[in-house]
């Protein structure tokens, strides 16, 4: 292609609101044949919302509630705020809940959080993080936790004191149209696969809903990065990522062709070769095509 073309491309991409920084970027986008998908933010909306609340010990929800509030409430993540927004319902004053203080405060990267509240020993997290700090996981919480990841939803376990108190489901919903996105994809001969932090038995409800056979779960960043590293070294393939998080930077990088949802985090965005600034996932296959018709004859 001329640098005109270049040029006309990238700016018809900035006009549909699919930014593309530079003319690399652009041509590298009409030979991926794999495209990575972040789960949450990415093929997810966002926005977690809890479902369902399970007490396993006898106090009241109000308590419960603001004892895990109080811990959350330090935490950044998409999920400690849904837990803190359903924590509100619980409090006079919507508008300032006014959480007890907590000390010690510890986020555990991936796994969830520790605090010390009201003289209590609070963790909210997974399973795995449970297990790693020695709090047994009763029958019915891991009853509780299947139930939740067989509806997509992610099972959070609290521990009060080293004691299981209580499970929460929470629901993050597919983006509309994102099932749609992968199967035309597929009928342009690109896989897709998916990557996640979160644990396997939602993440494969998720796939499953969209369409998505090939799925990575319990993926740190450094492991999201070396999955791309490992698709286009072992298997060939040209790759693209597609993600919003933090957590995603190391595989926009490592991919071929970064691509960052706009709504996402700011590193994301920095570290992408290509931002879908209206956060549409069918802007993935837009600047495909657009890619396509700058860099081959005809399409
Ligand atoms: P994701 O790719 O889903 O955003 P993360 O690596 O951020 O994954 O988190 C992985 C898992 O760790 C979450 O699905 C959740 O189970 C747990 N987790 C992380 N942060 C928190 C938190 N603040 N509170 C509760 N659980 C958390
Ligand atoms: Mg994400």
Redesign the pocket.
Known sequence: ATPTAVMVGTGVGASQGVLIKGGQALESAHKVNCIVF????TLTIGKPVVVNTRLLKNMVLREFYELIAAA?VN?E????KA?VENAKKFREDEENPAWPEAKDFE???????KAIVRNKEII???KS?MVERNIAVPKDAEEILAEAEGLAQ?G?LIAIDGKMAGVLSISDPLKPGAKEVISILKSMKIRSIMV????LG?ANSIANEVGIETVIA???PDQKAEKVKDLQDNSGYIVAMVGD?I?DSPALVAADVGMAIGAGTDIAIEAADIVLMKSNLEDVITAIHLSRKTFTRIR
């Open positions: 972040d789960k949450t933010g959350e935490s993540h998409p999920l400690a837990i986020s555990i990267t991936g796994h969830g959080v909210v997290g997974n993080l992610t959070i996640t932090g979160d644990n939602t319990e993926a740190k998080g957590n």
